[in-house]
């Protein structure tokens, strides 16, 4: 089956929604996912989402980032997503996006490797919190079509330009069997997530695989760094098969600590994702354990219950009571820094084609990405990506 639309979006994450979300109202548009709408990465984050906080804050947020990132970052989009943030934050607020408060001013937390609280939250939940919102407002635009459980399997290529994608379709879409399709656009945008489905244990969604990685490569698409590979420090452990639960990082910039099997820390809890990992793993080595423990011990009760709850109700189905005993964490492939390389503007190395969200390397997060840097990244640089193609489409016409 053919159709034909003026964008197509490969991805309902946060990106992918942001994304059209600021693309013009005349744009008809096609977004696909390869489940349903709310099995995407973006509705598992929990930390929060980081704002330049004030002008003063601008170097040591620079310095942060470009810290935990090895200094491999791309200088110019590190400037550019930390320029951008307010405005992002105005935009989530504007479409209803609740963020902590206390007597009426944001409330920020803190996580590995800040220097200081720069991260807006909703409960444990930020991620859920902020793309339901974008999804409820996508899903009230007249010129989107979504299509669940719709998997993208190749590009179509014309001239050396992308022109569309090519699908198939499954699962309640089509009872009776597969639907190949073939969209043909003016854009195409990837917004296809990450590649935990590539691991035996990650925190991501397993039908995430890098699909546009794959295609990217047939293509002679290029890519970049697809051996960055974040691992998060804290999973809780766990001996059942599929995704691993993450105990956020701001649980441990909220106080708590890692202990040993002997009961001793051995690690600075708010290093880098990738320092306590390596310390992690070698504790684990060294105690000849399967695990490390984490305890909240110093976090009041009612600070966990208030902003950690659904850690807190994961944790006690598993049988742990946080606010009473430690609980036993691994880490697991959490995120992806590398993948298809894109200029500020997420433009792609193949004309009319965009990457945006993990799927795409901006360079912003070098070899190590900063926490809660990830749903602030996407957003600012979806936008960028609508509004491109916008001043891209009125340049043509003017030719």
């Known amino acids: 089956m053919k159709q034909k639309t003026d964008i197509v979006i490969v991805g309902t994450g946060a990106a992918g929604l942001f994304c059209a979300l600021n693309l013009p109202k005349e744009k008809d548009i096609i977004m696909l996912t390869k489940a349903d709408l709310e099995s995407s990465d973006s509705f598992l984050a929990q930390g929060g989402i980081c704002v330049l906080r004030d002008d003063d804050d601008y170097d040591g947020y620079f310095e942060d980032t470009m810290r935990a990132g090895h200094y491999e970052n791309r200088r110019e989009s590190v400037d550019i997503m930390i320029r951008g943030s307010r405005e992002i934050i105005r935009d989530l607020v504007g479409y209803g996006v609740e963020f902590a408060k206390e007597n009426g001013e944001f409330l920020y937390t803190r996580e590995g490797a800040h220097s200081r609280p720069r991260i807006l939250f909703h409960e444990d939940i930020t991620g859920a919190e902020i793309t339901s919102k974008l999804l409820e407002q996508v899903k009230q635009l007249k010129n989107v079509t979504l299509y669940e459980y719709t998997t993208m399997t190749d590009i179509i290529e014309k001239d050396g330009k992308c022109i569309g994608i090519k699908a198939q379709q499954t699962g309640d879409c089509t009872p009776q069997g597969v639907t190949e399709l073939e969209i043909y656009a003016e854009d195409t945008v990837f917004a296809t997530g990450g590649i935990g489905g590539r691991y035996r244990h990650s925190t991501n969604f397993p039908h995430l695989t890098g699909d546009a990685l794959d295609i990217s490569q047939k293509h002679g698409i290029r890519l970049e760094h697809l051996d960055y590979v974040q691992i998060h420090p804290t999973t809780l452990y766990s001996e059942k098969p599929g995704r691993r ?39 684990m080595e060294k105690d000849k354990t399967n695990y490390v423990w984490l305890s909240m011990e110093r976090i009041d009760k009612e600070t966990i219950l208030n902003h950690f709850p659904h850690i807190y109700q994961h944790c006690l189905e598993e049988g742990f009571d946080v606010t009473k005993e430690w609980i036993p964490v691994v880490p697991a492939q959490h995120y992806f820094m590398g993948g298809v390389w894109v200029d500020s503007d997420s433009a792609t190395s193949m004309p009319h084609l965009y990457a945006v969200g993990e799927t795409s390397c901006n360079g912003v997060h070098g070899a190590n990405r900063l926490a ?28």
Do not use: H
């Open 245 to 283: 639960f993450l105990i956020s990082e701001s649980v441990r910039g909220e106080g708590a600590l890692l202990y040993n099997k002997n009961k001793e820390r051995f690690v600075d809890e708010l290093l880098p994702r990738d320092v306590v990992t390596k310390a992690i793993r070698e504790q």
């Open 372 to 399: 809660s840097n990830s749903l602030l990244e996407s957003l600012v640089f979806a936008k960028r990506a609508a509004r491109k193609m916008t001043k891209t489409e009125q340049e043509e016409k003017s030719l």
